[in-house]
T-cell receptor, first 114, second 109 residues
Framework: GAVVSQHPSRVICKSGTSVKIECRSL??????MFWYRQFPKKSLMLMAT?????????EQGVEKDKFLINHASLTLSTLTVTSAHPEDSSFYIC??????????FGQGTRLTVV | GIQVEQSPPDLILQEGANSTLRCNFS?????LQWFHQNPWGQLINLFY???GTKQNGRLSATTVATERYSLLYISSSQTTDSGVYFC???????????FGTGTRLTVIP
């Protein structure tokens, strides 16, 4: 069965609004979750590492005020795209890891800002 | 940061053909994984292979860590193999997984 649940799978929003994406670990407690962004026909780019109970660690070039990450529990991390603009349209994917070998990905969220 | 390059970028195969996908990385790694991203975006873990060779059905993978590359072999390809194949690495001393540029595979009947 699924280990990670990501919601919503698809969202269309108006420019200037905010969108929240949820990533839930269903099978085990995840102290760390990772958020990736994927442009069409491109690879996955790590945006940030979400740490339970503390601030997220953002990769260089990712605006932390634009992409708010909250990891309030061991099973839930949220990514909020604030004041979304068309250039934020993309495919967002979360990941959790169990040990050194197992990486599990959410189903992804396709965001379209109009 | 580490560079992860995959080749070829695009590949079109007739059903039943075999193929080899390559992943080159620029620095030492603790871990290397191969993933398949289906047309709906879902990423499926194929292999965890920091070194050596593994096989799973029609797929096999080989990593030569000392020479900083890995190969993914697909035999007797099927249309359901279509999608994008990514390798991803954990650089030594890092917890993050960095993805390669991907190979887009299309298998035609």
């Amino acid at each position: 069965g699924a280990v990670v649940s990501q919601h919503p799978s698809r969202v269309i929003c108006k420019s200037g609004t905010s969108v929240k994406i949820e990533c839930r670990s269903l099978d085990f407690q995840a102290t760390t979750m990772f958020w990736y962004r994927q442009f069409p026909k491109k690879s996955l780019m790590l945006m940030a590492t979400s740490n339970e109970g503390s601030k997220a660690t953002y990769e260089q070039g990712v605006e932390k005020d634009k992409f708010l990450i909250n990891h309030a529990s061991l099973t839930l991390s949220t990514l909020t795209v604030t004041s979304a603009h068309p250039e934020d349209s993309s495919f967002y994917i979360c990941r959790i890891s169990r040990g050194a070998t197992e990486a599990f990905f959410g189903q992804g969220t396709r965001l379209t800002v109009v | 940061g580490i560079q992860v390059e995959q080749s070829p970028p695009d590949l079109i195969l007739q059903e039943g053909a075999n193929s080899t996908l390559r992943c080159n990385f620029s620095d030492s790694v603790n871990n290397l994984q191969w993933f398949h991203q289906n047309p709906w975006g879902q990423l499926i873990n194929l292999f965890y292979i920091p070194s050596g060779t593994k096989q799973n059905g029609r797929l096999s993978a080989t990593t030569v860590a000392t020479e900083r590359y890995s190969l993914l072999y697909i035999s007797s390809s099927q249309t359901t193999d279509s999608g994008v194949y990514f390798c991803a690495v954990h650089p030594t001393g890092a917890n993050n997984l960095f993805f390669g540029t991907g190979t887009r595979l299309t298998v035609i009947p």
